[in-house]
């Protein structure tokens, strides 16, 4: 019985779905037509379209460093790129960052030593 709901929670959290139209093999989101597949939703969520016509929205996903690496600041969210690239990241110490280089990120308030 406890796994039973155990599943039934994690198939609610999983992600939102949307009751959407088949439109010309897509889906009709709202007011716009989109292809079977998945997709980037502004501002940063995937999008899924099934072939049956039914649209998913997933957020983006928790994300940490790695075991043994520090957090020293955020990410915050990239509109534009792709998901889950897109998704607001934390800025681990020791890993290198070239493609945001030119953005502006969160760092924590350093003390002087």
Do not use: W
């Not at 088949?22 to 079977?36: A, D, N, T, Y």
């Not at 502004?42 to 690496?69: F, H, K, R, W």
């Not at 020791?94 to 350093?110: I, K, N, S, T, W």
């Amino acid at each position: 019985m406890k796994s039973y709901i155990c599943a039934i929670l994690l198939l609610i959290c999983g992600g939102m779905g949307y009751s959407a139209t088949q439109v010309r093999g897509g889906c009709l989101f709202g007011k716009q037509v989109v292809s079977v597949g998945k997709h980037t939703a502004a501002p940063c969520m995937e999008l899924i379209c099934d072939t049956y016509g039914q649209v998913t929205m997933a957020p983006c996903p928790s994300m940490a460093c790695n075991p043994g690496q520090e957090a020293t600041g955020m990410m915050p969210e990239r509109p534009g790129k792709p998901f889950p690239d897109c998704c607001a990241q934390p800025i681990c110490k020791g890993r290198h960052y070239p493609e945001v280089a030119d953005l502006p990120y969160f760092l924590p308030q350093m003390e002087s030593e």
